[in-house]
C-alpha cells in the first residue's frame, strides 16, 4: 500500500500563491507517476497536474497552465503543487494520487491510490 497525505491548503485572496505537499509513505514513491486533482462545490474530479517517475516531465490542464507548478522530490517522497496567481475559480479540494493502470494521466480511473484532500479557497 501506498500512502499519501496532502497539506498546504488555506485561505488565500486572488493573486496570491500556495504551496501544496503531497507526502508518500509505504510502497516505492519513486515508481509511481504522480497527479493532482481538485474538484470544485458540486463538480467532477478533475486532473489538473501529472509529473511522470521516470523523466520527470509534466503535464497540465488548460485552466492552471502557466500558474501551477508540479515537482517531485523523492529523497523526501513529496510533491509539490505551487499554486500562483490563484482565482476564485480554483477554490476546490485538491488530491494527488498514485497512477497505478494506464490510461490518460487526467482520468481518475487510472490512479488506485489517493490522498485524503486538501481544501483551498480563494477568496477576498
Known amino acids: 500500500q501506498l500512502q499519501l497525505v496532502e497539506s498546504g491548503g488555506g485561505v488565500v485572496q486572488p493573486g496570491r500563491s500556495l504551496r501544496l505537499s503531497c507526502a508518500a509513505s509505504?510502497?516505492?514513491?519513486?515508481?509511481?507517476?504522480i497527479g493532482w486533482f481538485r474538484q470544485a462545490p458540486g463538480r467532477g474530479r478533475e486532473g489538473i497536474a501529472h509529473?511522470?517517475?521516470?523523466?520527470?516531465?509534466?503535464d497540465y490542464a488548460t485552466s492552471v497552465k502557466g500558474r501551477f507548478t508540479i515537482s517531485r522530490d523523492n529523497a523526501k517522497s513529496t510533491v509539490y503543487l505551487q499554486m500562483n496567481d490563484l482565482k476564485p475559480e480554483d477554490t476546490a479540494v485538491y488530491y494527488c494520487a498514485a497512477k497505478t493502470w494506464g490510461g490518460a494521466w487526467y482520468q481518475d480511473g487510472a490512479y488506485d491510490y489517493w490522498g485524503q484532500g486538501t481544501r483551498v479557497v480563494v477568496s477576498s
Open positions: 509529473i511522470d517517475s521516470d523523466d520527470g516531465s509534466t
Open positions: 509505504g510502497l516505492a514513491f519513486e515508481g509511481y507517476p
